[in-house]
């Protein structure tokens, strides 16, 4: 008699720890601050605000820690918040590195962190105003004339002049380690363009919805306030007062923080400019727009001084503006910061600041700064040269063209036979080096997702405090509420993002009351709601423009593409007509290089060579280059641009590179993958066009775009008709039936007209027919009506561009439809009967309708270009006063 077995329960699943446990276990470093204890390493109980923040979590386990960080991650792609290291205009851009996790400040470290760089900033500023002054610190001998008139950031060109409002500094960052002491030191200083304060904002943002509860009961003080008083302060101080405009500066966005600057600007209300949007005209400074020249008050500059002006700086430049220096000289621009502030950056100086305190403030220094020695002074460098396996080497010069520049070494991580190297170094270029003290940064918690079947944990990573001062009016200046904390990257002690490091969030806890302040204005003159009407810049304009040029190229290669492969391998595969048209047109639209053998010649080597060009960003310009081009010049204007119509046009590329690439690794890439890869494609192009119809305001940017994809498609959709006539491919079912489907049209046509193939139907519905957009006469009375209302023309009056446009009100059926051919001699052609004819003698009023089309399109895009974009007329404007 068998015996029941007793049915075996599969072991459970390991409960996932929870938060708060992790919390506990995890330890700093030896040797580090842990900010979980506020104490060096060890195992005590956590922070009250820690155990707080732990507490609003004490339902979560590491699995639930994982969902936030990839809800984290997912929201900082879709955000589309972008940090490019080395700026690759054909390389991904790299999504901003944000932990899970926000540094805490208790209230009592953060009043001391306030005063003291409080003190600091009016310091500095008063350092700025005797160097640009009557420079009695270098007389004195309180600061070494090296590290001013040796620094390529000491402006000679700025001396003597106080800038408008009489404030040097109105932007300042600090950047603080938090030492095994429990002190914060300053390790670095940035005055002329310094990062993070766009970026610290996404970052708030994104955090603060991680952890709503634990932000809401810790009192973690509130941005908005801070912003609302430098913008106040800017306007206040301009010349303008009140009702300035003012402009953020930035490089392009080439430039690896382009993100923070169009986020910023968005931000603050800010007109994004580049150096060529603006120009000097009798000593003030202008805005180029659609309408004009409009007057620029003031400028928040994310452009190193040395760019600012090629005619009194770098000759290089093209990121400035000629006579900026001038126009600051005479009062009529306000610059933040004013230009000439980088010799602030030297770590060097930060040795002879306490000094500089009892003279200038009288009071000694209340945020101490790591201990500095500059070697350039004999007494300073052989006491620091005993010390270097203990410290950090720095540029006293840093990026410095005209000086040795390196990047800071930490003696620590040298052997002895570097470590005398550097010593011979410093011996021999003493000036060029500073030694710095080193402290070993505090560590804060991380979050590392599970990996390979192994739980997520938290992990204790080095962090550096960055600090942001701004002007605050008359009442001097303020400390932004929180900061940016960079990260270093695991095992690492230097924090860059450049090497790998990511950033968090910074809580500024507050025990009284927090400042709920919006940077909604409150009441508005109608100066100011003026100005609150986007400004559209030629720049932008332009940029538009080709925006809606390259997305309808982009378009049109897609479905040339598609269409070419599948009349390759459809019924009509040997129709001499149909391969000459699509061979001409795959030339044409450089989908393959004209060198390439035709689909009648060889249809397989042309074939692969059109499928081998999908993907290519160089040579042949087909979907892949047309797509890279629309992101670039997308990129340009992402401020104008949704977040959804952004991160559609990163995807559209991204995914069509990536699969091209993968299809030839594999050397099996056929004629089904591609148009699979095309059609895919494609739907992510209808998104897009769905976007710049629906969501865009329509104003004179968006007219821009619009015309821009109207010329294109004139253009396009005529010559392809033409061509359809000269190679007799219309002639043909297949020809026939490939014309109907490049128009977009199959549907409608077949819905009006059946199966008929029929000459006079097709012209009827592609070039007549005013309901279908896709017509030649639609696209051509809709661009017509574009270019009036960009004009400013009345209403129902035409301006002399929209004239250029043929006019479809006088194109008639039955005359497009007139076989008659050109004018030919009897020698060409010994029988005129329609069937007989050479095709390309035929529909000669068509074929001029079509030619004039095509002409038109390029005769309006050059004159767009010259009265809109190029302001040639202002290019002998004198830079000086009238």
Request: hydrophobic share 40%.
């Amino acid at each position: 008699m068998n015996e029941a077995v007793p049915a075996q329960t599969p072991p459970a699943e390991p409960e996932s720890p929870g938060v708060a446990a992790l919390a506990r276990a995890a330890q700093a470093s030896p040797g580090h601050f842990d900010e979980l204890r506020a104490a060096v390493t060890g195992s005590g109980k956590l922070t009250e605000v820690w155990r707080q923040f732990f507490s609003s979590l004490e339902n979560d386990t590491a699995t639930d820690m994982d969902q936030r960080a990839a809800n984290l991650a997912r929201q900082v792609r879709d955000n589309g918040i972008t940090y490019n290291v080395y700026a690759d205009e054909n390389g991904p851009q790299r999504p901003w590195s944000l932990d899970l996790f926000p540094m805490i400040v208790d209230p009592a470290s953060w009043q001391r962190i306030e005063a003291g760089v409080l003190q600091r900033m009016r310091l500095l500023e008063r350092v700025m105003a005797d160097v640009y002054g009557p420079q009695t610190l270098l007389h004195d001998g309180l600061l070494p004339p090296a590290l001013v008139h040796a620094h390529p950031g000491y402006l000679r060109a700025m001396h003597g002049v106080t800038p408008v409002g009489g404030r040097y500094l109105h932007i300042a960052a600090f950047d603080l380690a938090h030492g095994p002491d429990g002190n914060w030191w300053l390790e670095g200083q940035r005055c002329q363009a310094p990062s993070g304060l766009g970026y610290l904002l996404e970052n708030r943002l994104a955090i603060s919805a991680q952890f709503p509860q634990a932000f809401q009961n810790l009192g973690v003080q509130r941005l908005a306030g801070t912003y609302r008083a430098l913008m106040d302060s800017l306007k206040s101080m301009s010349p303008a007062g009140p009702d300035a405009h003012l402009a953020l500066l930035t490089p392009g966005p080439y430039n690896e923080t382009y993100f923070e600057h169009a986020y910023l600007a968005r931000y603050l209300g800010l007109t994004l400019v580049e150096g060529s949007d603006l120009l000097v005209r009798d000593e003030r400074l202008f805005l180029k727009t659609l309408k004009g020249l409009v007057p620029v008050h003031g400028l928040l500059k994310r452009v190193d001084d040395q760019y600012l002006d090629p005619l009194e700086l770098r000759a290089d430049s093209t990121l400035g503006v000629p006579g900026l220096l001038q126009a600051i000289r005479a009062g009529n621009v306000l610059v933040a910061n004013a230009p000439g502030s980088a010799f602030l950056e030297s770590p060097a100086l930060l040795g002879f600041l306490p000094a500089l305190s009892r003279h200038l403030l009288d009071e000694e220094l209340k945020l101490p700064a790591l201990p500095t020695w500059w070697c350039g002074e004999r007494s300073a460098m052989e006491e620091a040269l005993p010390r270097l396996a203990d410290c950090a080497i720095k540029p006293t010069y840093p990026g410095s063209l005209d000086h040795g520049s390196f990047e800071p070494v930490l003696g620590g991580k040298l052997g002895d036979r570097a470590l005398d190297e550097w010593a011979g170094r410093i011996v021999r270029q003493a000036e060029e080096h500073t030694v710095q003290g080193y402290t070993p940064l505090s560590q804060m918690p991380t979050w590392q997702a599970s990996v390979a079947g192994q739980p997520g944990r938290l992990r204790s990573r080095s962090a550096m405090l960055r600090v942001f001062v701004v002007s605050d009016g008359a009442q001097g200046w303020r400390v932004l509420p929180g900061g940016l904390a960079r990260v270093a990257s695991a095992g690492q002690e230097i924090t860059s993002m450049q090497r790998g490091g990511s950033s968090a969030d910074v809580w500024a806890l507050t025990r009284g009351t927090i400042d709920h302040a919006t940077l909604l204005a409150p009441h508005m003159t109608p100066e100011s709601l003026m100005q609150r009407k986007r400004l559209i810049t030629s720049r932008a304009a332009e940029n538009l423009f080709w925006l809606g040029r390259y997305t309808e190229r982009a378009e049109n290669a897609i479905r040339l593409a598609r269409l070419t492969l599948e009349c390759l391998h459809g019924e009509e595969q040997s129709s001499a007509p149909l391969l000459a048209w699509l061979s001409q047109m795959a030339v044409a639209n450089t989908l393959v290089l004209p060198g390439v053998p035709s689909a009648l010649q060889a249809p397989r080597v042309f074939e692969r060579s059109l499928i081998d060009n999908l993907g290519s960003s160089s040579g042949a310009t087909s979907v892949g280059y047309y797509l890279r081009a629309l992101k670039m010049v997308g990129s340009s204007v992402r401020e104008r641009l949704s977040q959804e119509h952004w991160r559609i046009i990163i995807r559209c590329e991204e995914e069509l590179f990536e699969r091209c690439a993968s299809q030839r690794q594999r050397a099996d890439f056929s004629a089904l993958q591609a148009l699979q890869i095309l059609k895919d494609t494609s739907d992510h192009m209808a998104a897009i066009t769905g976007a710049q119809t629906d969501r865009m305001t329509r104003d004179d940017g968006w007219r821009l775009l619009s015309i821009g994809r109207h010329i294109e498609r004139l253009a396009f959709l005529s010559s392809a008709l033409m061509r359809g006539i000269t190679t007799g491919s219309l002639k043909t079912d297949g020809g026939f039936d490939a014309m109907v489907e490049l128009f977009d049209s199959a549907i409608t046509f077949h819905a009006q007209f059946q199966q008929s193939r029929d000459m006079a139907a097709l012209v009827d519905l592609l070039v007549i027919d005013r309901d279908n957009p896709r017509s030649i006469s639609w696209i051509a009375h809709t661009l017509r009506g574009r270019l009036a209302r960009l004009a400013g023309s009345d209403p129902n009056r035409l301006c002399a561009l929209s004239l250029k446009v043929p006019n479809p009100g006088t194109w008639g059926l039955a005359q497009l439809c007139d076989e008659a051919p050109d004018l030919v001699t009897p020698a060409q052609t010994q029988d005129n009967t329609p069937d007989a004819m050479d095709p390309s003698l035929q529909y000669a009023l068509l074929k001029d309708v079509l030619y004039q089309c095509t002409e038109a399109s390029f005769v309006v895009s050059d004159d767009i270009s010259a009265t809109y974009f190029t302001h040639s007329g202002l290019a002998n404007q004198s830079l000086g006063a009238a």
